[in-house]
């Protein structure tokens, strides 16, 4: 019997998660891991369920908290040994969906989950959790299209600051707040002039999702609705900003620190010390955010090695397969 199974999704779309999954899977194969990738998206639920039955440990990405907790279950009945990795922050959903979360943090193997208080609460149901970021850097970076690219560094000259932002497409949390914030966002850079707002719209959702709302769209903010590499976007930019209302390990977040790029973000969840912090973007003074941002981006941080933490863990519930 084959011993570990990874399932998720790999791009389009682009995600968090996808983009996640498609690391992981790229760095374990360049060390030789042995695994199976299955992508869930793609294959039948027979022959995923096929997949599942001929291995021992089994480690999903997917952050629907009812399929995860019936594969929980499944897993547990069959003598499976499951690991969870949670994408986002606890207690995210509704009562139904969180719920489902503590369940199936009750019966994987070894919940996996991306900061301090997330940690806090699952440890109170499996005391296997661990914190491990889903951060793994990709230093490769694909240039913008000529036309895009020259059209976006015209721009720049006209405005003292450009900031940037992403969306991979609309979405809304338990209170039914937009989790991107993007339409405040247009709002608040509409009362500022001398700025600009590079939003990366890869689905192109988020720019027809405003227009129908009859927000007015500024000629400091601009929309890329097509998809392209968000790094390329970062280098092009003063500031990234994260307005989102509930978060995990941003992958944008720690992209631009790599780079160098000053990081405004929400106190939706605990962020690195990295991050120039706001509480409620509509009154957030751009300018002074962005030196502190720059001052906080100059102090060193330690990046962990993600996958050797994986494979590490990987290993261990090799070695307790075998005793």
Known sequence: MAKLLIIGKTPPPIGGVSIHVQRLIRRLRQMGFNFEFCDYGRTSALKILFKIATHRTIHIHFSNPAAQAVLAVLCRLTGKKLIITYHGCWDRYRAPGNWAVKLSVRLAHVPIVQERMSLLHALRYNPRTREISTYI?????????????????????????????????????????????????????????????????????????????ATHIPSNVFFINHLHDFKSILLLSEAFIRNTTTDGVSLSVHEARELGIPVLASAAVQRPPFCSVFNNFSRTDLEAKLEEAKRLIAVPCESPDVVATLVELYREIEGSDTN
């Open 137 to 213: 850097a990709d230093h490769e970076i694909q240039p913008l299209p000529g036309p895009l690219q020259a059209i976006l560094t015209s721009r720049r000259k006209y405005y003292r600051a450009t900031f940037c932002t992403n969306a991979w497409n609309v979405t809304f949390d338990k209170n039914d707040r937009e989790i991107y914030g993007i339409s405040e966002m247009v709002k608040r850079f509409t009362r500022c002039p001398a700025y600009q707002l590079l939003v990366s719209d890869p689905s192109g959702r988020y720019r027809s999702y405003i227009e129908q709302c």
